[in-house]
T-cell receptor
Framework: DSGVTQTPKHLITATGQRVTLRCSPR?????VYWYQQSLDQGLQFLIQ???????AKGNILERFSAQQFPDLHSELNLSSLELGDSALYFC????????????FGPGTRLTVL | AQKVTQAQTEISVVEKEDVTLDCVYE???????LFWYKQPPSGELVFLIR??????QNEISGRYSWNFQKSTSSFNFTITASQVVDSAVYFC???????????FGKGTRLHILP
């Protein structure tokens, strides 16, 4: 058990809908990272938050947004969903990616029908 | 441009054989960090190792070893005396020092046959 929790584990929804994925980092970790893994695109970094502030942004679509709350949990919002958004979404946490281990949650599998 | 290439899409070896997974990276930054991650069939991602660009010492952890060579921009991963539990997809990744925008390779799927 990595200590990073993600809910829900599975999500099935329709095109055009909006969903929210939730992540709770390991106790003490200030950074939260979101990743998308799909067959087409492979593993991609989406966005990083550090202690409530956006720190780095990767290949995140404008239809996607995220935030990190004062209790350090994070939410990834995906809107106007398309078939191509079907993927496994991972959250990870660390204190400092350059010096500390990064721990991953089990992922949320999103299926857009 | 930052890029990570894992040319081996899939590798199969018989248990107890040694196997090396290749990783070649591109970056214009002088300071950067390299990583390896493991994704077993269960799907979770596991961090294996991090190496910064100033530390070219090879690292060994049990049956795992990593060879970092700046001259060839490579960060290869060797599993000695492979075991069936090593079957997984392995990802090599890179971040520049300026931010945490991690760039992953496409991954190498490793099958260890009993």
């Amino acid at each position: 058990d990595s200590g990073v929790t993600q809910t829900p584990k599975h999500l099935i929804t329709a095109t055009g809908q909006r969903v929210t994925l939730r992540c709770s980092p390991r106790s003490g970790d200030l950074s939260v990272y979101w990743y998308q893994q799909s067959l087409d695109q492979g593993l991609q970094f989406l966005i990083q938050y550090y202690n409530g502030e956006e720190r780095a942004k990767g290949n995140i679509l404008e239809r996607f947004s995220a935030q990190q709350f004062p209790d350090l949990h994070s939410e990834l919002n995906l809107s106007s969903l398309e078939l191509g958004d079907s993927a496994l979404y991972f959250c990870a946490s660390s204190l400092n990616l350059r010096t500390d281990t990064q721990y991953f949650g089990p992922g949320t599998r999103l299926t857009v029908l | 441009a930052q890029k990570v290439t894992q040319a081996q899409t899939e590798i199969s070896v018989v248990e107890k054989e040694d196997v090396t997974l290749d990783c070649v990276y591109e970056t214009r930054d002088t300071t950067y960090y390299l990583f390896w991650y493991k994704q077993p069939p269960s799907g979770e991602l596991v961090f294996l190792i991090r190496r910064n660009s100033f530390d070219e010492q090879n690292e060994i952890s049990g049956r795992y070893s990593w060879n970092f060579q700046k001259s060839t921009s490579s960060f290869n991963f060797t599993i000695t005396a492979s075991q069936v539990v090593d079957s997984a997809v392995y990802f090599c990744a890179l971040i520049p020092n300026r931010d945490d925008k991690i760039i992953f390779g496409k991954g190498t799927r490793l099958h260890i046959l009993p």
